[in-house]
């Protein structure tokens, strides 16, 4: 099974800091939207609750310690709680499309705001469990492409995951930001980077995708 990881770090690879992004990126973040779209996106429980709610259009496997149903519970109570909300903006977005007398072409957006209400959540106890859901959930999918799941955060899940990951899409923040949460360490004998492109934008910053050496690959089987 292929496993990508998509993070954004400062150059002293600080990715978060009491529980938040310590940067407002909004191009980081409609990219990360648009890489990560229809993918199972695995996430640590402390990762959800910074996001604060599931992301939509995605399989959400949320890695947890407690229990799994109660878990699970909670994270729908939350999103059901919100739904009122998000009726009245499908509802005008759906409006709008109507007022202009729009077809209904963009299909991916439509059943984006479909998905809205139809949350796909997997809460799991481990990696394994996890992995297990992702191999489940492949029959699910008609492009193979979307199937390889993202590793989205935070460090520990990273670091849970890092062994396995055969791409990294980093964002490079330009400079050192305080932080109490850091990306894990690259190493160079596993991971070569094949792209570099400056963004636009402040926090100036850096798109770098990393990809796993074949050797590396042999050498952990
Ligand atoms: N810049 C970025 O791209 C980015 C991306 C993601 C996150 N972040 C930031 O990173 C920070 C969160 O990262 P984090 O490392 O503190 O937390 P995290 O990896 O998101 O989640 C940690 C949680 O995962 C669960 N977990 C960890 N190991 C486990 C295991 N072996 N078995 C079962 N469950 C396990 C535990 O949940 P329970 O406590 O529920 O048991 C643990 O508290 C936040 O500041 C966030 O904003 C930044």
Redo the contacts with the bound molecule.
């Keep these: 099974m292929k496993l990508y990881m998509i993070?954004?770090?400062a150059e002293n690879r600080v990715?978060?800091?009491k529980?938040?992004?310590p940067w407002s990126l909004s191009s980081d973040l409609k990219r990360f939207k648009t890489i990560t779209y229809h993918h199972p996106v695995i996430?640590?429980?402390?990762?959800y609750e910074?996001i604060g709610d599931i992301l939509y259009g995605r399989k959400n496997i949320i890695?947890?310690?407690?229990d799994k149903d109660t878990t699970k519970a909670e994270i729908l109570k939350k999103y059901t709680s919100k739904l009122s909300t998000k009726e009245s903006q499908l509802a005008l977005q759906l409006a709008e499309i109507d007022s202009k007398h729009k077809r209904i072409q963009d299909e991916e957006n439509i059943n984006g705001l479909k998905a809205q209400w139809n949350p796909e959540v997997y809460v799991c106890?481990?990696k394994e469990e996890a992995l297990e859901t992702v191999g489940g959930l492949e029959a699910s999918y008609k492009n193979k492409h979307d199937m390889i799941p993202f590793v989205?955060?935070?460090?520990?899940?990273y670091k849970?995951f890092m062994s396995m990951a055969d791409r990294l899409f980093i964002t490079l923040i330009h400079g050192a930001i305080p932080g109490d949460?850091r990306f894990p360490t690259i190493r160079e004998k596993e991971f070569t980077k094949i792209s570099d492109k400056m963004g636009g934008g402040n926090p100036k910053h850096s798109y770098i995708i990393f990809e796993r050496h074949a050797a590396s690959h042999l050498s952990l089987q």
Excluded: E, H, L, P
């Design positions: 993070s954004a770090m990715i978060g800091n529980g938040k992004i996430m640590g429980r402390k990762t910074s890695i947890t310690k407690s106890n481990s989205i955060g935070g460090r520990q899940i849970m949460v």
